[in-house]
């Protein structure tokens, strides 16, 4: 009868085989790749205070200067006579008119002040016959004599004549020579049913200095 042989190992043997297994296996994870560790992202951002306008000085608009209504800015230099001219300014606008033309002293002229809304009379005109100009603005300029916003500039295209005429007459039996003199109005505001004409006038036309 043919049995199954056996070898029987001693316990030493079995200790060593079991011993070889382990350290084998310990062998073989060291050789496993380890990954590499993922780099990690820092998100940076530099913060500083936002700075702030600094307010200037602040401003405050003057007002606009007028001059007062019907100051003299130029004088005839021939005498007075006993003529008139009122201008009357129904305009929003400050005016300076200008009285320029010929008498006795040869050119001459004279300019005055008219505020908006405002009249005035100009007395003393001498016999002539003068071209009426006038320029329209706001906020008069001392030092150029003339508006820092100038609107527009008319002329009166017929010329005024200012003349003073005498006569005698007879009062109670006795002779009396009398002296007439003209008086003219003029609007600067136009007007239906007007009966001047304007237009546009040069820069020498409201020139204040001597032609």
């Avoid at 992202?41 to 606009?64: D, H, K, L, Y």
């Amino acid at each position: 009868m043919t049995g199954v042989q056996t070898c029987a190992l001693p316990i030493s043997a079995v200790i060593v085989i079991v011993s070889a297994l382990f350290v084998w296996t310990l062998s073989q994870r060291s050789f496993q790749k380890v990954p590499a560790p993922v780099p990690s992202t820092v998100s940076t951002r530099a913060i500083a205070p936002r700075a702030e306008p600094t307010p200037g000085p602040q401003f405050t608009p003057r007002p606009p200067v007028s001059l007062k209504n019907g100051t003299i800015l130029k004088r005839f230099r021939a005498p007075k006579g006993l003529s008139t001219v009122t201008v009357e300014n129904g305009n929003s606008e400050d005016a300076v008119i200008v009285v320029s033309g010929s008498n006795e002293k040869g050119r001459d002229k004279a300019a005055f002040y008219v505020r908006g809304g405002k009249t005035f009379t100009l007395s003393g005109v001498p016999s002539g016959t003068y071209m009426l100009a006038y320029v329209l603005g706001s906020d008069w300029n001392r030092d150029t004599r003339s508006f820092n916003s100038e609107l527009g500039r008319k002329r009166f295209e017929n010329d005024a004549v200012f003349d003073e005429p005498e006569d005698e007459i007879e009062r109670d039996g006795r002779q009396y020579r009398r002296r007439q003199f003209t008086t003219i109005t003029v609007s600067l505001k136009p007007s239906v049913g007007g009966n001047a004409r304007t237009s546009q006038a040069r820069l020498e036309d409201v020139s204040l200095e001597d032609e």
